[in-house]
């Protein structure tokens, strides 16, 4: 895809500890018009880490099937390190992670409350899909922080979040009641414009609405595809 | 400690990952005739760390201050770590973690409700009280279990389940509000029983309750010794 913009560095490929089907192909987007800057993108990154590490665990005691829970538990330990490593990252530069994180914590909650569904099983899609498209939305991000902490971020927030096993507990859902899938197919598109208003947050927007769509549409369609892929996993329409 | 029963090995010096200052002195106890099975060990004892990680996980959900989160998330994710270390354990024996845990997970769920406090700040020591006891027993017991698994899951139960953590936590709560430290202890008290309740239970007892008082009283001298340790460290009477 082209683009008006002057390119300022070369496309990054970034590293993914575990390659997923939903990768994002890179296109040439130059994202640094619209970067937010290293301490608020590594704020809100690790505070919806430990969002989505609150939401598993939630689901975690209320799944009765153990090995359910393994899963779930599972996916909750990995998007707790993957907090604990962006919480490094701060620490490292000599901040607080509390302060932060802390100008993100109510936007965050309050997401987190409208991404709470009507049983374990919504609530468990949820996390599947939003951290699904946030994930990749931090790791497209990454490529435009200074330094070198962008490819350690990227790699981090790319690594095995323990997303199979979640995708696994909700095929066995799906399959055991018929009705499920459309409710989490219906679910599941409610859920992405509220994500991606997240992601629309963390972005410096210019207030040329026109200028701002041209930069980030890209972006958001390439989201959009990989989240559904992800759907299409579970046999739902996205 | 004298005891009338013939000692069939030699006392075990378990490894400590980190030593904590509760540390149990190694009393000579023969534990062979009392000593459960690898299997039921192996499942109680991850099912507990799953149940301090989802009491854990709770509370970090209820905190507000970003600073005490991340303690407590840290000794969340150290449980949540000890559990899959342990599920390892039965995984690599052939057998299935969900099927060797189930047979405690009404036990252990009912524990649970017990020891989860009027506010997070009681769930909270609950937690730090009740994991005390309970990885101190089991470390014990593991120089009773057979082959090379025992120092392992010794050496696991002992790492660092971020206690400073959370016992930072308790003593600035305790340091804002003078009341709170009469109605923890209270709590505290009321822990220790129902604590010892579960860790009767994974034992083999013979059904002639002197000789098995005498096998298991010296072991439970020491728990509570640490546990008024652990007490004493937050200024509060055991």
């Known amino acids: ?33 619209v970067m937010p800057d290293l301490l608020p993108y590594l704020g809100q990154a690790a505070y919806l880490q430990l969002e989505a590490f609150q939401s598993l665990s939630r ?18 330990g990995a998007s707790l390190s993957k907090h604990h490593g962006i919480v490094a990252e701060i620490r490292r530069r000599g901040d607080d992670p509390s302060e932060v994180m802390k100008p993100f914590a109510d936007e ?19 996390v599947l899909v939003t951290s699904g498209l946030l994930d990749d939305f931090f790791i497209r991000l990454a490529s435009g922080l200074p330094g070198d902490v962008g490819p350690r971020i990227a790699s ?37 414009g509220d994500t991606l208003l997240v992601a629309r947050s963390a972005l410096h927007l210019s207030g040329n ?15 959009i595809a990989a989240h559904t892929r992800r759907m299409d996993a579970l046999g739902l329409t996205a």
Chains 1, 2 share one sequence.
Do not use: C
């Not at 560095?9 to 640094?32: C, N």
């Not at 689901?59 to 909750?76: F, W, Y």
């Not at 965050?108 to 949820?126: C, P």
């Not at 979640?166 to 992405?192: F, T, Y």
């Open 1 to 33: 895809m082209a683009s008006r913009f002057p390119r300022r560095r070369p496309p990054v490929e970034l590293p993914r500890l575990k390659p997923r089907d939903t990768a994002i192909q890179a296109t040439r987007v130059d994202l640094h018009e």
């Open 59 to 76: 689901v975690v005691g209320q799944v009765d099937d153990l090995a359910a829970k393994e899963r779930i538990s599972a996916a909750a």
């Open 108 to 126: 965050i909650d309050g997401f987190s409350a409208l991404t709470t569904g009507s049983d374990w099983r919504e609530t468990l899609l949820a």
């Open 156 to 192: 981090l927030l790319g690594s095995d979040g323990g997303q199979d096993g979640i995708v696994e507990v909700l095929q066995n859902e799906i399959g055991a009641d018929p009705k499920l899938a459309s409710r989490l197919a219906m679910w599941g598109r409610r859920l992405v």
């Open 209 to 223: 609405p026109a200028a701002d769509e041209e930069r980030i549409e890209p972006i958001f369609t390439e989201l």
